[in-house]
Each structure stands twice: as structure tokens, then as C-alpha cells.
């Protein structure tokens, strides 16, 4: 080896010389610098892999084995890049979370806090903090405040808490009366002595109180009004035995209170001002039947469903046993008619609770026709009637009353606005579904409002039929529309509840979908049969399978015999049971009567549970706005898939037949029919995309009212589409006649399982049924937006738009079917006279029989009438049909066609309605007398009286007022 080589070498010795270890060059500072990087590299790697609590180990072995110098480089370096000084909380935090903070304070330290900072009484006097302490005491503001206007509810709050006056026992009992034996005299004198005592204490820690207040009070402070302002400023802080001494204040308040509650009466009409007096009814024996002193456990439930419901016999076959249920027209009727049926079904019961199964959407409930209950008219005189003897029929809140809306109005702002009007009208709970599920009535099987026990659908319905109900809605009222023509003429002289019930029933013992359901029970306990039968030890039934599997089916069907034995209904008068079971109900009412002296009074409870789901929504905002937004994108994915449904098995075989010279359809065709379609595809597939996008990076800052605003400015497609829609159907129609290839190509692709089971017809039906769907999710968006949100504005201006377009096809909906039914009644009349005009419907039929007097010159008691025609009134919000009717037979046929015949038609501001009143000789009689004609008419109840003269007259008047 040369001298150089060996010098050379020891110099690279020399410069990679370490210090506490054999790879780190000390003397080379670049090879150390370097190297130094590549384990900097190395070390992050392995920090980006490891798990949180992996990172949280190795920061705190790094700093522990920092010096101060270190540790005080990092502490300066946060200060530079974050900010770590004391600032008000308030001008940091979003407004929301401040106010959610501001929201554990009671009155007294928020009127602290609102001496602070400006910032802070800003916040201590925002009405959403107040308004639920307000609503707790039933304190309610006499008018609505302005939209920029706040500290309207801290003040009412303050005004009701200084004109607040508690009454003793006996100035309770002078005014409302009481229930309670009378005492003798020596208890009333001790009572009197008592109360006597509690008030002079009470006075006398006032007056001490007073005096040490005045003591140490500031001089510049005077007995004005302007002191109060001041007062809470000045505030001197007492010494520990004056507050020890004063103390005792409120404790004596709370026992007088106390000792008021005891003596009150226990009437429902005492315990909060939003109750009513009970209309009294008799029954057909005149007994009474709706005392206080009949036990809550015997109140039935009762449910209302409204005609207007998609097959509603299907829902009124899956009531339970036991709940009365009422079938009412929507069309035809009037608050008036609908609450005497309420009160005729009822008995002068009272009812542990009412369902009201409607048609409506989030914001307002479809009740009857003209009559859509929402903010707007829900104090109408009318209206506020109607609900305020509907509250008197529910059971009290402390025995378990409400009113159940089948309808969503727990899903938008104006909904609960309508339910807390209510509640605050009547003094009942009202509860619905809080439920975002997109889908023909899906939201009944979704949360409810308010902590019941079981949820509505579950009291009232068979849960089994009514999933069924909610899955075949469309398909069961395309079913249901033939089988009630044929089998209405057999139940016409039956109720309707009861022809409901027996189509209902026959619907479901013909569906294999309920039977499949009603064995799941079944082919559960085979499975759990099975699964035993495979295991190696059986016990004593190890070489006996059959035996072993009788066995745990015998086990299973005694296990549910002994859950049905709590559900039977006697049909026996058994006395025994009949004891034990009066025995365990008046325990539990003695129970529930112990636990309600100690609580809240009615209206505290009511309003209590609206405070409640206030604050429920508040602290949720975040988490639901979330679950709406996805769903939102889950609905708009299966919307779209829907749409490429139409593409893929349609467009495309149809496109690419025509271009290999095997047409099926022209291109024409195929332009008039899928060109509209196809559009609406790319434009929500646009939307879509951008949901998609918007939902990958979601936090409860970001915004979707924008992207909701954009897509409503390109709803010009729909229009197209929309406008060319009875085109579309028509060409299909004609298309199917004309063209055999195309007839086969339906054929074979129409009701199959890569369409659904749906036909073209009935894929083009999505897109009108589409923006119902977006308008519930974007008013639920919005409810759980808060008030300071920035999306909030945007989505306030989409639901204005996409509201605005959703009525626009309501429209063209409501003018196809009032065409097509003015169309059918001129084809059903003979003779009848062109009917089809602007904005005419038809309101109701009535069939009445057609009366002529024998003698008119005596009275009205002892006029005699004859049977001379069978008449059917039609009438229309503008006109009076009046139609003979007859019956025609069909030869070695037991089934009767009806003819109807037109003899008159009467302008409803030229009609006048004269009654006659019962007499002997005639019954349910009443005048029709126009300019030219007079027919004197009497319906087979008069039920049907009352009810058709109540809508006559309303429609009479709503066409003089036009």
C-alpha cells in the first residue's frame, strides 16, 4: 500500500469521527447535516403510519427529554402561529355555541351576564334563550316580534315575574272552587292560622331584606324606575348571616305554593290556562258518560282517516281491535260535519288519544278540501274552534293524552310552529314524525315527536299491514280503483269504515306479500329448530330429530301465548277477571294520582316537553343537518338510477336498432318520447355530482343552498318536459297499437326486474313526484340550519324556488284531473250540458228523493208528501247539478247499473235552501228553489242531511263572496 493510499485513508478515518454514536459524523458538517435530513425523513414516515395514541408516546418522550430553553422554543413557537391569549369566548366561538353555553343559565345570572359586555348582553338577551323559560310558566308574548327586533321575551319574562302573584289555599278554593270535602270547623281555623304565619314570616324576611338592601345602597341610586336598571349593577353583596337569615325565603314561598297546590281542585280545567270546559254529551240513555271520575284506562284510542289517502281501506283494515276509527270524505265536508262525526263516533267519551291520518307534507296538514291547517289560518275562528273542542275529547297530559298527526310536521319549522300552537291553544300535546325518509309515506315509520311510550303506528295499526300499506301505496290504489267499483253498489247502504274494513280485508287475504310477512315468525323458530337439530349433543332427544323439533316449537308458541295473555281482549263478562283487572287499573291511577301532586301543573308539563325538543333540536343541529344532507344524496343517487333506467333499457335498445337498420321505433318517436327524459337525466346527473362533491369534504360549516339555488334556475327542462307530457303519453299509446315490434319490445322489457317492476309509463311518473321529496328535505335542512349559518339564506331562497315550482305542477295536476272527472260526469249524465270550465270542480253527490206536497195550504206539521223521483245533487264550487236517477238490471245478471238523467242545472249565488222540519209525515226533508224551478228533496239519514246542507251553504257563500 503507497503512502498516499494509507494517508488518504486515515484522513477519511479522522473525518467521519462520531460523537455518542458510530454513524453520525461529528467533524464533516455536511455529511452530518445530511444525514441528519434523512432521518428527519425517516422519523416522519414513521410518524405519518403510526396511530394517534402512537404520535400522543412519542411527543411526550420527546418533550420530557427537552431542556427549558426547548421547551420554551416550542411554547414561543405556538404563540407566533396560534392564538393563545385570553379572549372573550364570545367574539371567538361561532354564535350558536355561545348561545348553546348561554342556555344552562338561569334568569338571574343571564341578567348578570348581560352587564359584562356589550357583546355578552347581546347575547343574554337573544329571544331563544328566553322564550323557553317564558314558555315553561305558560307565559306567551301578545304579539310576534319584528325580524331585526330582540329582548321582546327578556322583558315579558320580567314583566310576568313582577305582577306574579301566588293564591293561598283559600283565595284558590273562592275562585276556582274545589272538589274536597268540607272540613270541619277546627281544621279550617288551623289552616287559616297556618297560612296566617307563613305570610307574616314571609313579609317580615322581605321587610329585613329591604331594610339591608337600603342600608348599603349606593347614594346616586333612587327609588325610580330607573333604579331597577341600575339595581342589578350596584348589586351590594350581603353579609353570610343576613343571606343565612334570608335563606329561609324561599323555601316558605315554595311550601306555601305547596300547600296552594294541595287544596287546588283536581279538575282539568284548573291546572293550566290553555284548557277547556268539556262539551257536554248524553248518550242515548242520557247518563253522562264523560265524567272526571271514569278511570284513564278505559279511554279508547281513536283514529280519523281521510278518504283522500291512497288506498285507505288497506289502512283502515290494519287498525287494531279495539281503536275506533272513522273514515271521513275529504271532499264534501266541512270542520263543522267532521267533528259531529267525531263526537257521534265518541259517545261522550273522552279518548286516550286521537290519530289524524291525512294527506299533507311538512308544513301544513291537508285536513278537507279548503281547509289546509297551517300557520296562516290556524287561528281562523273556524279553525280554532274545530281544535279546541277536538282538545276537549283527549284525556288530560297527566293520564297519557295526545293527538297524533300522521303527517311530518316535525320536520320543518313551520310544522312544529303549528304543533306548538296547538299544544298552547288547547292545553294538549300534540306529537308527529320526525322522519326525513324520502319515499311514499315512509316518514310514518320514522322517529315521533315527544317521549310516548309506544310510538303512534304501533298503537293504533298493525305494524305488519301497515309496512305493507307503506310499501305498495302506488299499486294498491291502482288495485283498490276497480275493486271498489265493483263492490261500492253492495256496500252503499253501509259506513263507510266498514266497507273500508271488508275491501281492506279482502286486499290482504289476496296479497302474498302479508302472508310472507306473517310467517317470518315461523320460519324463524324452524330456523332456531335446525340450528339445534345440527348440534352434536341434543340431549335426550339425540336420536329423535322430530321430537326435538316439535319441542322448540311447542316452546316457542307458549313463550308467545304468554305475550299475547297481557294484549287479550275479553269478550266474556268474566267477573273475576273483571275485578282483578278494576283492581290493577286503580292501583296504577292511585300511583299515577301520588306522583302527580308532586309534579309540574298540566301546562308546566306541556310546555316543558316543547322546551325540551327545543333544546333537543339545538344540541342535534349538527348530527341532523348531516343525516339530511345525506340523505338528500342518497334520494337524488336512486332518483338518477331511476332516470338511467329509461336510458339504458329503452333509449339505448331503440338508438342502436335504428342504427343497424332494424328499427323498432322512428327516430321521431324516439325524439318525442325519451328527448325531454334525457335532459332531466344529465341535469340531475349534474346535480348529483355536485352533492357528491360537496358531501366528500362535509363539515357542519359547509353549504348546499347554493348548489340547491343553481340547480333551480335550470328547472326550464322540466318545464319541457312537463308541457310535452300528455304527448309523450299518447305517442307510447299510439306506438304500442300501431307498431307490433315496439308492442313486443314492452313486452319484454315492461315490468321486469331491472326496471323495478315498473312499466314506461310508470318510470315517467318519477319526476312530478320528485320536488315534494326535495322541498320536505330542504325545510328539514333548514331546521336544523342555525339562525347565523351562512347557508342559511341560500336555502331559505331555494325552498322559495323550488316551492314556487312545485305549485306550478300542482297546477297542471289539479286542471288534468278536474278535466278528466267534469269528463267522466258528462259521459256518466245523459243529456248533460258541456261541463268543462275554468277552475270548476266538483265539491260532492249527494242522492236524495225527490218529495211533492199534496196539500200546501195547511201547516207544515200535518202537510202530507210523496215519493215521485230518486234524484243526485252534483254539486260544484259554481253550480248545482240536478240529475234523475234510475236503476237499470242486466238479464240472468244479479249486478244493477245506475242511469242518471240531466233535468237542471242552478248558478249557486241564484239557489236558496229552505229546511223543513220533521214532523210525522215526513223526515230529513229540505228546499231547493231556483229562478225557474223549485224541487223539494229528503235524504235516508240525517246524517246526510245535516252534512249536505252544511256544504251547500259554505259553498254558497264562498261562490257570492267570488
Given amino acids: 500500500m503507497s503512502t498516499g493510499d494509507s494517508s488518504r485513508k486515515t484522513l477519511e478515518m479522522e473525518s467521519f469521527h462520531t460523537r455518542f454514536s458510530a454513524w453520525t ?61 385570553k379572549v372573550d369566548f364570545s367574539t371567538v366561538l361561532p354564535r350558536f355555541i355561545s348561545l348553546y353555553i348561554f342556555s344552562f343559565l338561569n334568569p338571574k345570572d343571564l341578567c348578570a351576564a348581560a352587564q359584562v359586555s356589550w357583546p355578552w348582553k347581546f347575547l343574554a338577551e337573544q329571544d331563544c334563550l328566553w322564550m323557553p323559560k317564558c314558555i315553561k310558566f305558560g307565559w306567551f308574548l301578545p304579539f310576534t316580534p319584528a325580524n331585526n327586533e330582540y329582548g321582546a321575551w327578556k322583558h315579558h319574562y320580567i314583566a310576568c315575574v313582577s305582577t306574579l302573584d301566588w293564591l293561598t289555599p283559600r283565595e284558590a278554593a273562592d275562585i276556582y272552587g274545589t272538589l274536597n270535602e268540607p272540613k270541619r270547623e277546627d281544621e279550617e281555623l288551623q289552616e287559616r292560622q297556618r297560612e296566617k304565619c307563613l305570610r307574616k314570616i314571609i313579609w317580615e324576611k322581605i321587610a329585613l331584606r329591604k331594610k339591608e338592601l337600603f342600608k348599603v345602597r349606593p347614594p346616586w341610586v333612587s327609588g325610580t324606575c330607573c333604579s331597577r336598571l341600575l339595581q342589578s349593577q350596584c348589586q351590594p353583596r350581603l353579609s353570610q348571616s343576613v343571606r343565612d337569615q334570608l335563606g329561609l325565603h324561599e323555601a316558605l314561598e315554595k311550601q306555601l305554593v305547596l300547600a296552594s297546590a294541595e287544596a287546588l281542585p283536581k279538575r282539568s280545567n284548573v291546572s293550566g290556562s290553555h284548557s277547556y270546559p268539556l262539551l257536554s254529551k248524553k248518550n242515548q240513555h242520557g247518563v253522562y258518560k264523560n265524567d272526571d271520575s271514569c278511570s284513564y284506562a278505559f279511554l279508547p284510542h281513536f283514529i280519523l282517516i281521510s278518504s283522500r289517502i291512497p288506498a285507505y281501506e288497506m289502512v283502515v283494515e290494519s287498525v287494531k281491535a279495539g281503536v275506533i276509527s272513522v273514515v271521513y270524505e275529504h271532499s264534501g265536508m266541512t270542520l263543522e260535519t267532521l267533528f259531529d262525526r267525531i263526537e257521534k263516533a265518541l259517545d261522550g267519551w273522552k279518548a286516550k288519544s286521537i290519530g289524524i291520518f291525512s294527506d299533507g307534507d311538512s308544513r301544513e296538514i291537508n285536513l278537507l278540501q279548503g281547509y289546509k291547517i297551517g300557520i296562516k289560518n290556524l287561528l281562523k275562528p273556524e279553525v280554532r274552534d274545530f281544535w279546541e273542542k277536538l ?33 298552547q291553544l288547547t292545553g294538549t300535546f300534540f306529537t308527529a314524525p320526525t322522519g326525513i325518509a324520502t319515499g311514499s309515506y315512509q316518514h310514518i315509520l320514522s322517529d315521533w315527536l315527544g317521549p310516548l311510550e309506544r310510538t ?83 340431549g335426550v332427544f339425540q336420536d329423535k330429530p322430530l321430537e326435538l323439533l316439535s319441542y322448540i316449537l311447542s316452546k316457542k308458541c307458549s313463550t308467545k301465548n304468554e305475550d299475547f295473555e297481557g294484549n287479550v281482549i275479553l269478550t266474556k263478562c268474566d267477573p273475576k277477571a273483571t275485578s282483578n283487572l278494576h283492581m290493577k287499573e286503580r292501583n296504577v291511577i292511585e300511583d299515577n294520582s301520588q306522583n302527580t301532586k308532586s309534579s309540574l301543573s298540566k301546562n308546566d308539563l306541556n310546555f316543558e316537553v316543547l322546551v325540551k325538543l327545543e333544546r333537543k333540536l339545538q344540541m342535534d343541529s349538527a348530527e341532523k343537518r348531516t343525516r339530511v344532507v345525506k340523505e338528500l344524496l342518497q334520494s337524488e343517487r336512486k332518483y338518477v338510477q331511476t332516470l338511467e333506467i329509461v336510458r339504458d333499457v329503452y333509449v339505448t335498445p331503440l338508438k342502436a336498432a335504428l342504427s343497424s337498420n332494424r328499427a323498432i321505433l322512428s327516430a321521431a318517436n324516439i325524439q318525442i318520447i325519451f328527448s325531454d327524459i334525457l335532459q332531466i337525466l344529465s341535469l340531475n346527473r349534474q346535480f348529483l355530482d355536485n352533492l357528491r362533491d360537496r358531501l366528500q369534504e362535509w363539515g357542519p360549516a359547509h353549504c348546499v343552498g347554493e348548489i340547491v339555488i343553481k340547480f333551480g334556475s335550470q328547472l326550464n327542462t322540466y318545464t319541457n318536459f312537463f308541457n310535452n307530457y300528455p304527448i309523450v303519453l299518447k305517442t307510447i299509446e299510439k306506438c304500442r297499437e300501431m307498431v307490433p315490434a315496439f308492442r313486443a319490445f314492452l313486452k319484454r322489457h315492461d315490468k321486469t326486474i331491472v326496471t323495478k317492476m315498473l312499466s314506461l309509463p310508470e318510470l315517467l311518473l318519477y319526476p312530478s313526484r320528485r320536488f315534494e321529496e326535495y322541498i320536505n328535505l330542504l325545510y328539514a335542512l333548514r331546521l336544523h340550519t342555525p339562525a ?17 315550482y312545485k305549485s306550478y305542477i300542482d297546477q297542471m295536476k289539479q286542471n288534468v284531473s278536474m278535466k278528466d272527472q267534469l269528463s267522466d260526469i258528462q259521459r256518466m249524465i245523459g243529456g248533460c250540458p258541456t261541463l268543462s270550465e275554468v277552475n270548476r270542480y266538483l265539491i260532492k253527490v249527494q242522492d236524495v228523493a225527490q218529495l211533492h206536497c199534496c196539500e200546501e195550504e195547511i201547516s207544515l206539521s200535518l202537510r202530507l208528501y210523496e215519493h215521485i223521483h230518486d234524484l243526485s245533487l252534483f254539486l260544484f264550487n259554481d253550480a248545482l247539478l240536478v240529475s234523475s236517477r234510475g236503476t237499470s238490471h242486466t238479464p240472468f245478471e244479479r249486478t244493477t247499473k245506475t242511469i242518471y238523467q240531466f233535468i237542471a242545472s242552478v248558478a249557486l249565488h241564484r239557489l236558496l235552501v229552505e229546511d223543513i222540519p220533521d214532523s210525522k209525515y215526513v223526515k230529513n226533508a229540505f228546499i231547493l228553489q231556483g229562478p225557474k224551478h223549485e224541487w223539494i228533496c229528503a235524504t235516508e239519514v240525517e246524517d246526510d242531511k245535516f252534512l249536505w246542507l252544511s256544504v251547500l251553504q259554505n259553498a254558497i257563500k264562498s261562490s257570492m263572496k267570488k
Avoid at 69 to 79: A, C, T
Avoid at 408 to 418: K, N, Q, T, Y
Fill in 391 to 423: 282538545g276537549s275529547y283527549v284525556a288530560t297530559e297527566e293520564e297519557g293524552g295526545h293527538v297524533d298527526f300522521f303527517v311530518p310536521l316535525g320536520a320543518s319549522e313551520a310544522g312544529i310552529e303549528v304543533l306548538s300552537q296547538l299544544s
Fill in 25 to 85: 459524523p461529528f467533524s464533516n458538517k455536511s455529511l452530518n447535516r445530511q444525514l441528519f435530513q434523512e432521518r428527519v425523513a425517516l422519523i416522519s414516515h414513521w410518524f405519518d403510519l403510526w396511530t394517534n395514541k402512537q404520535r400522543q408516546e412519542f411527543l411526550f418522550t420527546i418533550f420530557s427529554r427537552c431542556t427549558k430553553s426547548q421547551l420554551r422554543f416550542v411554547q414561543d413557537w405556538f404563540s407566533e402561529r396560534m392564538e393563545v391569549a
Fill in 788 to 804: 347565523e349559518h351562512v347557508d342559511r339564506g341560500d336555502l331559505t331562497t331555494a325552498i322559495d324556488q323550488i316551492k314556487k
Fill in 456 to 538: 303512534p303506528p304501533c298503537i293504533y295499526f298493525s305494524e305488519l299491514k301497515l309496512q305493507t300499506w307503506c310499501s305498495f301505496t302506488d299499486f294498491l290504489e291502482d288495485s283498490l280503483r276497480s275493486v271498489r267499483k265493483l263492490l261500492r253498489p253492495f256496500f252503499r247502504e253501509l259506513q263507510k269504515s266498514i266497507s273500508g274494513r271488508m275491501i281492506g280485508q279482502f286486499m290482504f287475504d289476496t296479497m302474498s306479500t302479508a302472508n310472507i310477512l306473517n310467517n317470518q315468525e315461523v320460519a324463524r323458530a324452524l330456523a332456531d329448530g335446525l340450528t339445534e337439530l345440527s348440534k352434536e349433543d341434543s
